[in-house]
């Protein structure tokens, strides 16, 4: 399942810079996650990093985009093999 950031982002920054398949950017009010990119850090981390730096626990998991922890590696190698 992809994350999402809800409205109670404060645009703080720091979890942009904390995506290793930059999933996240600035959104008209504030900071967005594209759900095709993002693995919540499977293949990179145990745990989703945004979700570790947010200071307001703004991002929860999206239920617009169910995927197993199969279907988010797949996704994972997918995004590594178009950066090469």
């Known amino acids: 399942m992809a994350l999402k950031i809800t409205d109670e ?3 703080c920054d720091v979890c942009e810079p904390e995506c290793p398949n930059e999933a996240i950017s600035q959104g008209e009010e504030y900071y967005v996650i594209d759900p095709l990119r993002c693995t919540q850090c499977v293949g990179h981390f ?11 626990d703004c991002i929860p998991l999206d239920p617009d985009f169910e995927e197993t922890q199969e279907a988010l590696l797949a996704k994972y190698h997918a995004l590594q093999a178009k950066a090469k």
Request: hydrophobic residues 20%; aromatic residues 0%; contains cysteine.
């Open 9 to 11: 982002c404060i645009n």
């Open 46 to 56: 145990d745990e989703p990093q945004c979700q570790q730096v947010c200071p307001v």
